[in-house]
Each structure stands twice: as C-alpha cells, then as structure tokens.
C-alpha cells in the first residue's frame, strides 16, 4: 500500500510538471526589420526614400505606402542600402537611423556641424558615402568610420569654419563590423569614355571637351532607349549637362526624362537633362529631380520633394 501511495505521488507529480510545461508561453517571435515592415506595406511595390516638406518619408511607387521616417526640419539625407541606414543632416547635427531595428529612432553621430558644407562617411570597407551633386561646395565635415572613428573638416577657406564634435562614438564602434547586404548599386556616368558615339551631332548643339564625347550613349534603364550625351554648359558654381534620348529601334530622338514626341533628326528641343536617373532594380521606376516617372511611360510630380534612394538598391544612369 506504502509503495502504491509512494507511485502515485511521483505520478501527479510528473503529470504537473507537464502540464506545467504546456502551460508555458511560447517564446516571443523575432521583432521584423522595419525596412521589412515597409516592404510588407508596400505589396510588390518597390520602395523609395524621399526628403519632403523638410521630412523624410518612405513611399511605394503606387502608392501603397507613405511613411514619414525622420521628422523636420531635415536639411539633406542619404541612404545606404547595403547597411539599411539612413543618413540624416538637421539642426547641426548629423544623424543616423537603423532600419534593422523595429522601431529606429535617430542616433546623434556628429553635432555642431553647421548648415554649409557637405558631409562625407568613409566606411571600414573604403566606400565614401556622399550626396551626389554638380556644384562645387565651400566644404566638407567627413566622418571616418574605423576601428577609432573621427571627424574632420574640409576646405572651409572662407570665413569661420564649423567645429564639429564626434558624439556617436560609441554607436560606431558597436556597429563597426555591420553585416553589408548584397544589393545592386551601380552608376553608368556619361560621356562614356572609349565607346563610340552612337550618333553625330551638329556642331550648333556638341558642347563638350573633347569632340569624342559627344553622342556616346548608355543604356536608360529598363527602357530600351538610350541617354546620349551632348556636352554641358560651364555655370559659376555649377555645371549643367546636356543629354537626348534615343530609341535604337526607330533612330529617333526625344528630349529626357519622357519625351512627348521623337523627331528624325536631333534639334535643340530635344536637348534635356542628364540627371542622373535613379532608377530602381527592376529598372522599370526612376527619379527625375522631383518627379517619379514610368519607363516608356509618364512622369508624375511628387512636389517640392527630392529623391534619397531605393530601398532594395538601384541603377543610377547619367551625370
């Protein structure tokens, strides 16, 4: 009987450790990315950054998804796809946002900074991470992340240059060794140097250096049409350069980003811009200055806006 007793005991004791461990929550599921909630939200749309009303939104090119990221008042941004972090300038201070992390808020990297100048990371892996741009500029506050990160200023030689202070030390050094993600980043930049130009152009419009330049060509994107270049025109800080498009398949030619006609014979009207295009991997959407456009189809404004990059990579075509 002692011995029954005894057995049960060890029983309902080994029957309420099970249904002890059944009445155990199951441990939390991984917090998602928020670049990944955004791509969620956007269905198959592809994602882009935009600096808008002095803030910085994420938006599909449908329109599924807008999503203010960085509140105003935001001065300039960058993107870098291969490490989903953004790059922020505002009230003289540089800022970056994780998009790896569930909810990222941004982390002061440099304050005291200013509002002149540009500003310039150099990664552990020799990238140097710059706003694209056609203007010379007064100066440059550069970050160097390395193993002992450290900020230093550029050019400046007009008046008092800024004093920036390294604030995000430790931010950089925890994320020194930061996983890069294996995106597409390319550039095709005109003139293309060594190819041959694909059409001759009058002397009236060839403005450039060299008279081989002129009427070299790269692909437009997922188009089928070609970015031809004609040269630029010199301005006092900036330089302005001059590009057609052209349609292999017909010879024709048309003014960028859309042409709303092809002549036969190049003219001055359809002499445009040479961007350069951002244009998404699919090669399908890209950015002209403040529109949005379809290849082969039409352009939509997107206001007193200015493209930062596409989430998952892009192609950048021109100058």
């Known amino acids: ?16 450790g099970c249904d002890y461990a059944q009445a155990q929550p199951a441990p939390p599921a991984s917090t998602a990315a928020f670049a990944d909630t955004l791509r969620k939200a956007a269905g198959a749309q592809p994602v882009f950054f935009l600096l808008a009303d002095g803030a910085v939104e994420a938006r599909s090119v449908e329109g599924a998804l807008r999503r203010t990221i960085v509140s105003a008042p935001v001065q300039e941004g960058l993107y870098d796809a291969a490490l989903d972090l953004l790059w922020v300038r505002r009230e003289g201070r ?8 569930a909810n990222p808020v941004p982390v002061p990297i440099v304050a005291d900074m200013g509002d002149e100048g540009e500003f310039v990371i150099e990664t552990r892996d020799k990238r140097t991470l710059r706003i694209p741009g056609v203007c010379v500029v007064r100066g440059s ?4 992340w390395v193993d002992h990160p450290s900020v230093h200023v550029r050019g400046f030689d007009e008046g008092e240059p800024p004093k920036p202070r390294l604030v995000g030390a430790n931010w950089l050094k925890q994320e020194l060794k930061r996983d890069r993600r294996d995106v597409k980043l390319e550039r095709a930049t005109l003139p293309a140097f060594g190819a041959t130009p694909v059409v001759k152009l009058p002397k009236k419009l060839a403005k450039c250096a060299s008279p081989a330049e002129c009427g070299t060509a790269i692909p437009f994107g997922g188009s089928g049409w070609q970015l031809v270049y004609a040269g630029e025109d ?11 498009l052209r349609d292999p398949a017909t010879g024709k030619f048309g003014k ?10 190049v003219n001055s009207s359809v002499i445009g811009s040479c961007g350069p295009y ?20 039409t352009c939509r404004a997107l206001g007193a806006a200015l493209m930062l990059g596409w989430l ?7 100058t």
Request: proline fraction near 5%; hydrophobic fraction near 40%.
């Open 141 to 144: 506050v550069e970050v160097k």
């Open 1 to 16: 009987m002692q011995r029954s007793l005894v057995g049960l005991l060890i029983v309902a004791s080994w029957a309420a």
């Open 234 to 244: 010199q301005g006092e800080d900036c330089q302005h350069y001059r590009c057609l």
């Open 312 to 318: 998952d990579g892009e192609q950048d075509v021109g």
């Open 94 to 101: 540089l800022e970056v946002v994780d998009l790896r992390k």
């Open 278 to 297: 951002r244009f998404d991997l699919s090669g399908k959407w890209y950015s002209s200055e403040n529109q949005l456009c379809a290849a082969g189809g």
């Open 256 to 265: 960028p980003p859309v042409p709303a006609t092809w002549l036969p014979n």
